[in-house]
């Protein structure tokens, strides 16, 4: 049984050889194909597998052989993901506390009523009339709804920088997680701004940046 990873970064599998003969003949898999081997360690190419060397016209010798690629070489593409990877979980996690966090807050006001200004009234103050009173809880609700549409972007950042997948997007979803309490409530800000300036450094990593689609 075999998995490989598709030129749109995705894995693919397990398949059994067979099924991988077919797709060499339709072209869906090369030489330069990443394999990973049931029990294997590390995925290579598909032309340094010697099982598949009839197919792809590569010699037994070449294939598996002295000359072939170390097994624990790495193609550019999976060393980007290598690194994409975990800060794209981690900024996909803090979105997701993010809505929940903002859903969380809504019900609660929503039995318990929105907290009036503790400093109502004084240093002169005049106590806001109930008209003013209705505007707050309003607004309120509307920054909550509104932080939760801004996490779930956050969330979605996160996925596409799992995918290496619209740079300018993931870098927007990242800046926005650094902002105290852009979609991220408080005290939530306190892990969302570690995370998002991890993920910039990623991003502004060569071949991070290059590997993108």
Known sequence: MFKILGGDGKEYGPIPAATLRQWISEGRANAETQVLAEGAASWQPLGNVAEFADLLGVS??????AGAAPAADI???????????????????????????????????????????????????????????????????????????????IAFAGLKLRRL??????????????????????PLCALSAPVGIWVIIVLCQAKVKKAFT
């Open 60 to 65: 037994a010798a070449a294939a598996g052989g």
């Open 75 to 153: 193609s550019p593409y999976e060393s980007a993901l290598a690194l994409a990877n975990p800060a794209g979980w981690a900024l996909m996690i803090v979105g997701i506390l993010g809505i929940l966090m903002s859903i969380g807050l809504i019900g609660f006001y929503a039995v318990k009523g929105v907290p009036t200004n503790p400093f109502e009234g004084m240093f002169g103050t005049s106590r806001p009339t109930d008209a003013m009173r209705a505007g707050q809880k309003i607004g309120t609700f509307a920054a909550l709804v509104f932080g939760i549409a801004e996490a779930g972007f």
């Open 165 to 186: 997948e619209s740079w300018g997007l993931v870098l927007t979803g990242a800046i926005l997680s650094i902002i105290p309490c852009c979609g991220t409530q408080f």
